[in-house]
């Protein structure tokens, strides 16, 4: 039975494939980064926006979730943001004409990339029940519209909110309050499919599901792990923190199933070594490990912690450390005793030599940063993984003492904050107590929907209004085509977006577009200029301000479409001053101030030059808000991914001219890779074993206990060094092949780095 499907060749009949860098940035950045920009938007406009990058007194770059140094360089941006920023400030708009030309069946035969080349939006559309067009509408009619919907539902649970990690965080208290106020908890984010597992983990064991680092860590660190990310494409600017780690003497190592360019050799586009020399060199060790075998190496690692602590009793484990902070240790200690290096090795596709280095590393540094992103959290035994993280950390004393500490790298720009503001269908009744307090009505207790459930939640007809402030769900999630038809099954679908993608196709019966202003954008208001605020993955929170007038007069800024949309749906039926919000920003941060820890005195502290820190127990003071009050040692059991014969475990991943599912072009240079996304990167001894050829065109099925076949249709296999018996291709075309059943335990993420495929060719 096949249950889901898409195909490749026709849409890139152009596909060339070169060979794969080994160094990331230089002069080429330089170019990707600049000409387009200039070409788009124009050399003023250009120098305009660029110098206000992630500055102090500019915006927030929102490709990604990296904190900002202290001293902020002239151009403190990377390729990729300059790519986003392009993106979003292009002058170009959707004109009128459009959606009388271009019915909603015909979007969907369209590409992501064809979608957001064609321009910002800027005016409210409507597709009413029936009608294969939208439809220009007013801001009132928009709003009457989706207000109309959601007090027609019989139940507010009928209702589900989605939100971008690109949401700034007042934007996010603003819209949680209005959910929470019309009746509902479902609140499903960005975060259920990234970092919800680093979420679950670290609040059991440190009592913080975040970061315990500050930037500056980095350069005060001896030893850095990186495990499951490439931050050459997701995170450049980090590769300038690594630097100055090396420069100071630190050793690199870093753990993935495919060698990326941004892992090994890094030539800063500012500095006269990384335009005219050679770079520097970052990993001193590279462990190309299986997929899903990351737990098996931190136990191992652990393991050989132990060992030699019991061979030199009282020099290896930071015995006071572990003593006033921490409890479990007895428990692992008897647990990893039994660990089966056989198993192990099996698992990780390492050696023991190459552990045990790893090891010795780990055991002659004072000060380790283990830092990861989605390379481990979207594994079945994601939770548990990152609990070994914990357990490793915490052998040494490795957190809470400078360059030290747990460093999960976030994606989106805010998706931290969007959380902390209450962005969450699970937050703690603290919080719902202090929104009752501050604004006078009980919020709903009972926990919401988060976005797999959301989708189930579709099928079984449970959900029939669906609201995204921001994003792109269907392309996002997983088991696209199951995806797909659960949002066409519902009655209504509304999208905040800048610009078009996959969701505004992929609707209900009813749907609506309501065009926003983006971050770089000037939001002018009737009390003046608002500024917006961030929290980045450090857990610092500073000011954005947009920097060049809204590329049309009709946006509005997302305060004021859920301030407006608020009204038009709740009335006076609570007494908030919507209206109040939306005339001053200051009042919306005066009310967070009184409601979230560690924003008392908002507006004042934002308005800090880099704004201001906020608290974290573990960093800080070694405290840890968990059930015991101890930073708790976990035992984890192993369960190795298992890879049947003539089988690949493939994992997905964005290209290099990539941010989320928005494509900025067809290339991804650093693996070689032109003019097409339709590859599947395959280590040569599999391509042979499996009787392939590297360019044959194959199909991908992912197999699945529900026999269902999902399939990639017509890829071409690249022959390429990822781990034996690993694959990968691009995200998000490949989440067809990911049943929505496959997720993490606990946290429920899609296990997108570990679905187990075959591969066939294609027919003549």
């Not at 393991?303 to 030699?308: F, G, P």
């Not at 610009?499 to 009813?510: M, T, Y």
Request: aromatic residues 6%; negative net charge.
């Amino acid at each position: 039975m096949e249950t889901g499907a898409a195909s490749g060749s026709e849409e890139y009949p152009d596909l060339r494939v070169g060979h794969a860098e080994d160094v990331a940035v230089g002069l080429p950045a330089i170019f990707h980064s600049m000409e387009p920009a200039i070409r788009q938007l124009g050399l003023t406009r250009t120098a305009q926006l660029f110098t206000s990058i992630n500055q102090k007194d500019g915006f927030d770059c929102m490709s990604c979730a990296w904190p900002d140094p202290d001293e902020r360089k002239a151009l403190e941006f990377c390729e990729n943001g300059a790519k986003a920023v392009t993106w979003e400030a292009t002058p170009v708009t959707i004109p009128s004409s459009f959606w009388a030309e271009t019915p909603v069946s015909e979007l969907l035969t369209k590409s992501e990339y064809w979608l957001g080349m064609q321009g910002r939006l800027v005016e409210p559309v409507y597709k009413a029940k029936g009608s294969d067009h939208y439809v220009p509408v007013s801001w009132e009619k928009a709003f009457a519209l989706v207000a109309e919907k959601l007090n027609s539902l019989d139940s507010p649970d009928q209702a589900a909110f989605y939100t971008s990690g690109r949401t700034a965080n007042e934007t996010a208290f603003v819209y949680q309050l209005f959910v929470r106020a019309f009746g509902t908890n479902n609140l499903p984010d960005c975060s259920n499919m990234c970092h919800e597992s680093t979420g679950t983990a670290l609040g059991e064991t440190i009592g913080i599901g975040k970061s315990t680092i500050a930037y500056d860590d980095f350069e005060n660190t001896d030893l850095i792990i990186i495990m499951g990310q490439n931050p050459g494409t997701n995170h450049p600017r980090m590769l300038t923190a690594l630097e100055d780690a090396k420069r100071n003497g630190a050793k690199i190592v870093s753990v993935n199933p495919l060698p990326e360019a941004g892992l090994m050799r890094y030539k800063n586009p500012q500095t006269v070594r990384g335009i005219a020399g050679r770079g520097t060199t970052l990993s001193d060790q590279f462990l190309q490990i299986r997929s899903g075998g990351d737990m098996a190496l931190l136990q191992a690692v652990g393991k050989r912690v132990l060992d030699a602590e019991r061979e030199r009793p009282g020099t290896v484990l930071d015995h006071e450390f572990l003593s006033a902070h921490t409890l479990g240790l007895e428990e692992l200690q008897a647990h990893l005793a039994n660990l089966d290096e056989s198993e192990v090795l099996e698992a990780t596709g390492l050696s023991s030599a190459e552990i045990d280095e790893l090891a010795g590393r780990y055991i002659a540094a004072d000060r380790v940063i283990i830092t990861w992103a989605m390379g481990l959290t979207q594994h079945k035994k994601a939770v548990e993984t990152l609990r070994e993280i914990i357990n490793l950390l915490l052998l040494r004393g490795n957190i809470g003492k400078p360059g030290a500490g747990a460093s999960p790298i976030r994606g989106h720009s805010n998706v931290q904050g969007d959380r902390t503001m209450g962005v969450w269908e699970q937050m703690s009744d603290t919080f719902l107590d202090a929104l009752q307090k501050e604004f006078g009505f009980d919020p709903p207790r009972e926990h919401g929907t988060d976005s797999l459930k959301a989708i189930e939640s579709m099928q079984r007809g449970e959900i029939k209004f669906w609201f995204s402030m921001g994003g792109n769900l269907v392309a996002a999630i997983s088991d696209t085509a199951a995806a797909e038809a659960a949002m066409h099954g519902t009655e209504m679908t509304v999208q905040v977006s800048t610009k078009l993608n996959r969701s505004h196709a992929v609707v209900g019966e009813e749907a609506l577009i309501l065009p926003t202003m983006g971050r770089t954008e000037v939001d002018l208001q009737a009390t003046g200029p608002q500024f917006m605020s961030v929290e980045d993955s450090v857990c610092a929170v500073h000011a954005t301000h947009g920097r060049v007038a809204p590329v049309a007069p009709s946006l509005l800024s997302e305060i004021s479409i859920v301030t407006r949309l608020a009204r038009a749906t709740l009335g006076d039926t609570v007494p908030i001053d919507w209206a109040g919000f939306e005339r001053d920003y200051d009042v919306i941060r005066d009310h967070i101030g009184r409601v979230v820890p560690g924003f008392e005195n908002f507006n004042a502290q934002v308005r800090r030059k880099g704004g201001f820190v906020l608290p974290n127990g573990p960093r800080d003071s070694r405290t840890f808000a968990t059930a015991t009050g101890k930073a708790m040692i976990t035992v984890n059991h192993l369960e190795p991914l298992e890879r049947p014969e003539g089988r690949l475990i493939l994992q997905t991943l964005r290209s290099h001219d990539q941010y989320n599912t928005t494509i900025y072009s067809l290339n991804d240079r650093y693996r070689g890779i032109k003019n097409g996304r339709d590859v599947i990167f395959v280590n040569p001894d599999d391509i042979a074993e499996l009787g392939l050829t590297d360019g044959q065109r194959v199909d991908i099925f992912s197999e699945w206990k529900d026999d269902a076949d999902r399939v990639l249709r017509n890829y071409r296999v690249v022959s390429y060094p990822t781990a034996k018996g690993c694959a990968a291709a691009y995200f998000p075309e490949a989440n067809v092949l990911i049943p929505l059943a496959s997720a993490a335990d606990r946290s429920n993420t899609p296990v997108s780095k570990a679905i187990v495929v075959r591969l066939e060719p294609v027919a003549r």
